[in-house]
């Protein structure tokens, strides 16, 4: 059976007539926070959150493509149950899209962005658990269906060049229901149009946001990153604080001159210097929040200083880091080097190219007695209420050792 998927309340207890059921992807472990950004900016209302998506109801105005956090954004165009394992659920998913208003969904699209009809659509295709057929046939099967609702033509998104169609429907299966989302803007939210220098390592700018969230940094402030890379951090940062100083470091001038090549694109100011990881160019106490990627070996090798003590690099962190200030470092987890040197305040588990790792928030005081300072910004009340709510789904899952 097939539903339209506008999930509102009653008129009588105060439904909003203009708001849409909207489907957010976003990093496995960051569910949560991305919920908190969507009820802090978009006033959304949180329907569920489970396995990398968020369901909520927002007024769909421009702030929707302006999120930070999520991966992806998709209207909810309506979900299809009975659709389980077996091989017989493709054709009862082709069943239940043929049901859905799905032009509908297409022309509300187009009140707030051109579609290039002629590009046609795809579809993507996903689900949890063990099933007896793969992406491919959830694609094909869909959309062949939808081809004969919205009169586009179809294309395997496996065999056209990224941004080749303006329209792209998602199919996400869990437990026996399919839900199908629309994809609100032409392509994935997480591809910044600022980064167009990269290197190895470079860090996933939805991740690089969440990070600049929980650092707590307020207007004023000093921010740094001191293996800045592409400046990922720093911009996502300015992003999100326009009113703060950027000021960046990296071993490699190569990654500095694609940081400043993407800062430039982001229109952000960014102050950049080469200098070693190990002995930072910063006063002690001098910075109000650090962000960090830090080279663990992994898919970027240690350089300098640090190249056979990481340990070296957090020191020097803390060393910088204002009395009151917070560092947010990106890390496989390593607890012992961390309470060896400073307090831990947050440690939160994430999974990004298909490894688990941890966003620690520390504090530069080791004795400090405070919670993070991400919590007296304005996303604060939200990212307490959707941790206590959802804060477990960051967690089932996660490997104690941060294996893959």
């Known amino acids: 059976m097939a539903s ?6 009653d008129a009588k207890q105060g439904a909003v007539p203009d708001m849409v059921t909207f489907l957010a992807r976003s990093v496995r472990g960051l569910e949560w926070l991305a919920a908190a950004e969507i009820e802090t900016e978009l006033e959304g209302e949180i329907i569920e959150v489970g396995h990398r998506e968020i369901i909520f109801n927002a007024r769909h105005d421009s702030k929707i493509s302006q999120l930070g956090s999520i991966d992806d954004l998709f209207i909810v165009c309506g979900t299809i149950d009975a659709v389980d394992r077996t091989r017989a659920s493709l054709s ?10 799905l032009a509908r969904f297409l022309a509300k699209v187009e009140k707030f962005r051109p579609v290039r009809r002629s590009s046609g659509f795809e579809v993507v295709g996903s689900f949890l658990g063990r099933r007896n057929y793969n992406r491919k046939e959830i694609e094909t099967s869909a959309g062949e269906a939808i081809a004969g609702i919205v009169s586009l033509p179809f294309f395997d998104h496996d065999l056209i060049d990224p941004g080749a169609v303006d329209v ?12 199908v989302g629309l994809r609100v803007t032409s392509r994935p939210l997480h591809r910044r149009d600022y980064r167009t220098a990269s290197i190895p390592g470079a860090l996933h700018p939805p991740v690089a946001f969440a990070m600049a969230m929980l650092g707590g940094a307020q207007p004023g402030h000093l921010i740094t990153d001191p293996c800045c890379g592409t400046g990922t951090l720093l911009i996502e940062s300015k992003r ?24 430039i694109n982001g229109g952000c100011a960014l102050w950049l210097a080469r200098a070693d990881l190990g002995r930072l160019p910063y006063r002690d106490g001098s910075v109000d929040c650090v962000l960090a990627n830090l080279p ?10 640090v190249r056979n003590d990481i340990g070296l690099a957090i020191s020097e962190i803390l060393r910088v880091l204002a009395r009151d200030g917070n560092a947010v470092l990106l890390m496989p987890p390593a607890d012992d080097v ?3 040197r400073c ?13 688990w790792t941890t966003i620690y928030v520390v504090a530069g005081n080791k004795y400090a007695n405070r919670h993070p300072a991400c919590l007296d910004t304005r996303y604060g009340p939200s990212l307490q209420r959707m941790w206590d709510r959802f804060g477990d789904i960051a967690v089932v899952g996660a490997p104690a050792d941060g294996a893959a």
């Open 4 to 9: 339209e998927g506008i999930i509102l309340r």
């Open 92 to 101: 009862r998913l082709a069943e239940g899209l043929r049901k859905l208003p």
């Open 168 to 179: 792209s429907f998602r199919i996400h299966i869990r437990d026996t229901q399919a839900i």
């Open 240 to 263: 999100l604080m326009p009113d703060t100083m950027a000021v960046g470091s990296d071993f490699s001038e190569v990654s500095l001159q694609a940081a400043r090549n993407n800062g």
């Open 296 to 305: 663990w070996g992994q898919a970027v090798q240690p350089e300098g200083i």
């Open 338 to 340: 961390l309470d060896k």
């Open 343 to 355: 307090r831990t305040l947050w440690p939160i588990p994430i999974r990004v190219a298909g490894r």
